[in-house]
């Protein structure tokens, strides 16, 4: 299958400071990618959608401002997460799709797990 | 009602045999609808989707479809403890590429 490529696998930060997760598209162009949040021992909740070249479509009750996301190329979408707090620790995870697989499968990326102390 | 129901589990089977994992879904215009596996701190990985009513197999899964009971399941043959992971659920909204994920089943194979 294609290969979305997330980075960083997993980050420790201090309360306050901002976050930037990236989620790249290695061998398609991914037209549209998804953000999800995952705590533990439940499922995937999908934050946001962003399609290249426009702004993100977020879920109702995630704050826009607080999740900034940026999908400035067809290959590379950024999650920053702003002034980052506890309840913020959680397992970030895009997906993209693209021009592999047509336009209904989804491919993940590795995964974020992202720790605010 | 969740757009997408799943039992969360655990289901239990012995080794060797047949896991059957159930999912619902809500939007009646659904048109596609997959099965994710996702192992404790992972990401999902595919397993399958399935667009058409009926069965599709591949290898030791086979992934069934009814759209007038708004059904698709997923049968794992010849269970073994790798398979032991968190099954997803998912389906693509109508009209979009929005995909909605059940909660997930958790599958334990015994050996």
């Known amino acids: 299958g294609a290969v979305v490529s997330q980075h960083p696998s997993w980050v420790i930060c201090k309360s306050g400071t901002s976050v930037k997760i990236e989620c790249r598209s290695l061998?398609?162009?991914?037209?549209?990618m998804f953000w999800y949040r995952q705590f533990p021992k439940q499922s995937l909740m999908l934050m946001a959608t962003?399609?290249?070249?426009?702004?993100?479509?977020?879920e109702q009750g995630v704050e826009k401002d607080k999740f900034l996301i940026n999908h400035a190329s067809l290959t590379l979408s950024t999650l920053t997460v702003t002034s980052a707090h506890p309840e913020d620790s959680s397992f970030y995870i895009c997906?993209?799709?693209?021009?592999?697989?047509?336009?209904?499968?989804?491919?993940f990326g590795q995964g974020t797990r992202l720790t605010v102390v | 009602q969740k757009e997408v129901e799943q039992n969360s589990g655990p289901l239990s089977v012995p080794e060797g045999a047949i896991a059957s994992l159930n999912c619902t879904y809500s939007d009646r215009g659904s048109q596609s609808f997959f099965w994710y596996r996702q192992y404790s701190g992972k990401s999902p990985e595919l397993i399958m989707f399935i667009y058409s009513n009926g069965d599709k197999e591949d290898g030791r899964f086979t992934a069934q479809l009814n759209k007038a009971s708004q059904y698709v399941s997923l049968l794992i043959r010849d269970s073994q403890p790798s398979d032991s992971a968190t099954y997803l659920c998912a389906v693509k909204s109508t009209g979009g590429f929005k995909t909605i994920f059940g909660a997930g089943t958790r599958l334990f194979v015994k050996a």
């Open positions: 997906s993209a799709v693209g021009d592999r697989g047509g336009d209904t499968e989804a491919f």
């Open positions: 061998d398609f162009q991914a037209t549209t």
């Open positions: 962003s399609n290249e070249g426009s702004k993100a479509t977020y």
